[in-house]
């Protein structure tokens, strides 16, 4: 039975992850900032980024640390850095023989947010140790970015659309991302440490066209109105220092979406032989 250790145990990745890998014979070990049992998981150890893990290492000879872990307050990606080197070189230290690292297609050397700056010398520090980089786009499911985005659309009756729309965006199944991790783990692809994978569908979609694809699903009528650009971002400014007041996305996922818009990513997901999805699909299979 192979042994595994996914960070960040709670997150949207984290957990469906774990529960592919659990159901293929696995031994799913976690951490959280709580050590409480997480659905999908064996057992939960105590992690904070920054901090080095106590006892997992010593009480588990593991095959395989996938880092998920991320604190969405460290706005410019620094403790989420720092805390992830912290613990792949443990994993290291103690001949953990996989890791791999779920990045971003934000992650770029000249990224318009520090976010995806931070998140491509992390990338950078994996491949120059053989480590494995993966890069999803918007991962569709029921969580994470995508699911606070259903959320809005299902609370909201007027919808902003920002720049009309019309901000091209790469998107990634869930269910998808955790089967090449589990492949991976399984040695039933050809993924190696010596590239970043994108894991993004091929051709991007309008944002607006995602929004309206989300309301046709749950049967919502929405009103969608076109806002500009930098309204959009005072007003997310504004609200991220009002605890009340939570939107579906912040500064830093709109300056990504920006830069996704702006540029050509290739898929390595044909190249691997997993079958690529429309929008539609994937929300489809939405509870």
Not at 21 to 50: K, Q
Request: some cysteine; overall charge positive; proline content about 3%.
């Amino acid at each position: 039975m192979r042994k595994v250790l996914i960070t960040g145990a709670n997150g949207f990745i984290a957990k469906s992850t774990a529960r592919t890998l659990r159901e293929a014979g696995c031994f799913i070990i976690g951490t959280s900032r709580n050590p409480v049992s997480v659905s999908g998981y064996d057992e939960i150890v105590h992690g904070v980024l920054g901090e080095p893990l106590k006892d997992v290492f010593e009480n588990h000879k593991l095959d395989a640390v996938i880092h998920c872990a991320f604190d969405k307050g460290d706005t410019y990606n620094i403790n989420n850095a720092e805390g992830t080197y912290i613990w792949a070189e443990q994993a290291e230290k103690n001949n953990v023989a996989l890791q791999i690292f779920i990045s971003s297609l934000s992650a770029d050397e000249a990224a318009f947010a520090p976010y995806g700056r931070k998140k491509y010398e992390v990338e950078q520090w994996f491949l120059r140790r053989k480590h494995i980089v993966f890069r999803p786009g918007l991962v569709i499911g029921n969580g994470g970015l995508f699911g606070r985005i259903v959320m809005t659309i299902k609370k909201s009756p007027v919808i902003p659309l920002i720049d009309n729309g019309k901000t091209l965006t790469y998107f990634t199944d869930v269910d998808t991302l955790s089967d090449i991790i589990r492949d991976t783990l399984l040695n039933k692809n050809k993924v190696t440490g010596s590239k970043v994978w994108n894991l993004q569908q091929e051709c991007p979609v309008f944002f607006g066209d995602i929004l309206k694809e989300i309301a046709k699903h749950y049967n919502l009528f929405r009103l969608f109105i076109p806002v500009p650009r930098i309204i959009i971002s005072f007003v997310l400014r504004l609200t991220e220092k009002m605890a009340f007041l939570k939107l579906g996305i912040n500064v830093n996922n709109l300056k990504g979406m920006r830069q996704h818009g702006q540029r050509k990513y290739k898929s390595d997901l044909a190249s691997l032989r997993y079958e690529e999805l429309s929008i539609g699909a994937m929300i489809k299979k939405l509870e």
